[in-house]
């Protein structure tokens, strides 16, 4: 049967998720292999800290989990290193909560269909507040301005530029039925939590362009990510021993942080995956 979990397992699964995510080698994000974009690991790592305790209080609604953990976070590193985390992690630790006697997905399924007015104003105040564009350039509902919408029904208007926001309006689809397989078949070949995460990375990238480099340089990055990353991907398929792989992640990251890309969204994504599996998403 599946259980609802207590307080402190929301705490330490989200905290475990953000910490295998940054030990994993991802080419042009921040990890403990490279840091860069002018932000740092221990950025990250606090982040991660002052954002557990509002994330997973449970006399927050939905919407107040996201705005009071991305406060915390910007109050404590003065700038925007997890707003997408924090957007895809929310539910699902709220459904990690709620759930009983029903699985994770099913959990969250129930949460995305009963968002509110409220919660659209408080999480429109948190991407204020991070200031990261993208949600916010929308026409129909412009960030600065009172919601109109539930959560829900602006991340399905946010959908079409923003693979974060097509998660709230495809039950996390990509994560619960292409990550999560990935993860766990990396998992399983070499049991290593932080070679899995890089191998989610490395194939979302090779299938799916990164919201953030989009919102940045529009398409004129994803040819070249997505070759990087199928070659890596593959590698990863073949190799015995991932870490003979370091260099060539090595290359990758410099030269995709000599252009100033930054797979931002997808990192975001992997930490998701993680923390599903961590929450018995399978």
Known sequence: MNMAKSRQQLLEAYKHACEIELQAFKPGNVS??????????????????????AITD????????????VKATREAVGCNTNLGIVLLCAPLLQAAADQSGVGLRAALRNILKNTTLADADWVFRAIKLASPGGLGESKQQDVNQAPGVTLTQAMAIASEKDRIA????????????????????????WG?????????YTRLLSRFPDSHIERKYGSQFNELVSSRMTKADRALSKINRPELLTALLYAIDQEFKASGINPGTTADMTVATVLSVILGGH
């Open 32 to 53: 403990v292999y490279a840091e860069g974009h002018g932000m740092t690991v221990e950025d990250f790592r606090v982040s991660a800290k002052v954002s557990a305790e």
């Open 58 to 69: 449970p006399r927050n609604t939905l919407g107040e989990k996201i705005y009071y953990a």
């Open 166 to 189: 097509k998660q709230y309006i495809t039950n996390y689809k990509d994560i619960f039925e292409f990550s999560i397989l990935r993860y766990n078949e990396i998992l399983y070949r």
């Open 192 to 200: 290593i939590s932080e070679w899995a995460a890089v191998s989610v």
